[in-house]
């Protein structure tokens, strides 16, 4: 039998000593990857506030399973960023996706009505 992948998503807690131990506590619970929101749980709703790169970063150095960015990525520029800041594996962006789908395409930006009509053209067809 294979044995299964699973991935676990966090926010940070107010304080970073519990953060890690929250990290750490998925880590020897079996997560094979850890997605850290550089957010509070307060932090939610139309003005969430600036995300906490360094905090990834502090989560990124305790463990040793791979760690994935979120928050504050808006932008190709932001995901290289945010990788710089908290030397984590790989981005995570949501609410950037939404508004621009095309965000991860090497800093090319593709307007979301062009991508809409050529799904649209893949569904007809």
């Not at 619970?29 to 929101?37: E, T």
């Not at 600036?50 to 995901?79: M, Q, S």
């Not at 090319?108 to 009505?113: A, G, S």
Request: proline content about 4%; aromatic content about 6%; hydrophobic content about 45%.
């Amino acid at each position: 039998a294979s044995a299964k992948k699973v991935w676990a998503k966090m926010r940070i807690k107010p304080d970073l000593e519990e953060t890690l131990a929250f990290a750490r506590l998925l880590q020897n619970a079996g997560a094979s990857v850890v997605c850290v929101h550089g957010r509070t749980r307060q932090q939610k709703g139309n003005n969430p506030g600036k995300a906490d790169w360094d905090v990834i970063a502090k989560v990124k150095a305790e463990l040793d399973i791979p760690v994935v960015a979120n928050g504050g990525v808006a932008t190709f520029e932001d995901a290289q960023r945010c990788l710089d800041a908290t030397g984590a594996d790989a981005v995570m962006a949501a609410v950037g996706l939404l508004e621009c789908p095309s965000l991860f395409a090497n800093g090319t930006r593709v307007e979301p009505l062009a991508i809409a009509r050529e799904y649209l053209e893949f569904a007809d067809r």
